[in-house]
């Protein structure tokens, strides 16, 4: 694991963006995406995966700093996150059990719920208060179109997503006039291992679809608040 860039290095450094869930997928495209522009953090439980991360941000001439971390674990992220100068956020760490709610069990609910919201608090109030007393800094969070809709299977994943949504709006209305930027990406159907081995997705989005959006976000003025992006394949699912 490297180290990440402390909270008193001098502004000659480009910003730094934190990715959770970096690992793979949407978070791993995203970190990519932004190592052109920013120094990455990218955290995520699988050391491995977090290495060749690096490595091929590395090989693209980026800086990639990895730290595994637990995102569910409160104490664990306020250590690994202390005195760590974050200026974009991306609250990408996701989680899907897609289950009729009588067959869904108490883990798998709480494992959706730790993941997919509690980790929101305990990764974005590790990181807000720096970014608030610099007046300036960008909280994105990943959310889905599940944020606003529901479906059969779904009690506990669309409500979790529902959360992300109400979580990121009033988050954007505490702190904006602070400097700090609050946005929530909500994709739809992206291809990813969150679906079964099996499934057909070639008519889905890609993970590097979700990254370019994080990055317009990010890259947009600083007078300008990209507050909700909604992204869908353009062909829909064919029955």
């Known amino acids: 694991m490297t180290e990440p860039l402390d909270d008193t290095a001098a502004d000659a450094h480009p910003p730094v963006a934190l990715v959770t869930g970096a690992s793979r997928g949407i978070g ?4 990519l995406r932004l190592a052109a522009t920013h120094e990455v953090i990218a955290a995520a439980r699988d050391e491995d995966a977090l290495d060749e991360l690096a490595a091929e941000i590395g ?7 990895t730290m595994v ?25 996701g989680v899907a059990t897609m289950k009729p709610f009588l067959e869904l069990a108490p883990e798998e ?26 007046r300036m800094g960008h909280v994105v969070i990943i959310g889905s179109l599940a944020g606003r809709n529901t479906f059969v299977g779904g009690t506990c994943y669309a409500a979790t997503k529902h959360a992300v949504i109400g979580f990121a709006e009033s988050l954007m209305l505490e702190v904006r006039d602070a400097g700090v930027r609050v946005g929530v990406v909500m994709p739809g159907s992206v291809a990813t291992d969150l ?10 989005l890609q993970p590097e679809d979700i990254a370019e959006s994080v990055a317009y976000a ?16 353009a062909t829909p699912k064919k029955r």
């Open 195 to 204: 679906f079964p081995e099996g499934t057909d997705t070639s008519w889905m």
């Open 69 to 93: 971390l637990d995102v569910t674990d409160a104490a664990l992220v306020a250590e690994a996150l202390r005195d760590v100068r974050v200026d974009v956020l991306v609250n990408n760490a």
């Open 109 to 134: 609910w709480r494992r959706m719920m730790d993941v997919n919201v509690n980790a929101l608090y305990h990764v974005t109030r590790a990181v807000l208060p720096g970014m608030v007393e610099r």
């Open 59 to 65: 090989e693209l001439g980026g800086t990639c700093h």
């Open 218 to 233: 990010v890259e947009s003025p600083p007078h300008v608040l990209v507050s909700r992006i909604e992204v869908r394949p």
């Open 28 to 31: 791993r495209a995203i970190a």
